[in-house]
């Protein structure tokens, strides 16, 4: 398995882990978004890598920080391993090569 994958396995792990760790310490009913989050991101980034759809994983990167910061910050176990799982993303992304922020300025 090349690095690359093996930064995208841990990061599908830990992303499918938070979903079943405790999120305590939030707002109510601030663990439901999330989690929805957190499905949201595993998502985009599984139709990135197979597409090739370079901008589906910055969206997934981008879901997976909106679910770390929803209801504030606090060192849950989800949210830390919903932070192990977006920092996987990015070094798996650098190890292929792939862009996780777009490579040209966008035009207006």
Do not use: N
Not at 60 to 71: F, I, T
Not at 72 to 99: E, I, Q
């Amino acid at each position: 398995m090349s690095g690359g994958r093996s930064w995208f396995l841990g990061a599908a792990v830990l992303a499918v882990a938070a979903l079943g760790l405790p999120w305590s310490g939030q707002l109510a009913g601030a663990a439901h978004p999330a989690r929805v989050a957190v499905v949201a991101g595993l998502l985009l980034a599984v139709v990135g890598l197979r597409t090739g759809r370079e901008r589906l994983l910055a969206a997934a990167a981008g879901a997976g920080a909106v679910g770390v910061l929803l209801g504030g910050v606090d060192a849950s176990p989800g949210r830390l391993a919903l932070a192990g799982a977006v920092a996987c993303l990015a070094l798996g992304c650098r190890a292929t090569g792939l862009p996780l922020l777009p490579r040209r300025a966008v035009s207006r």
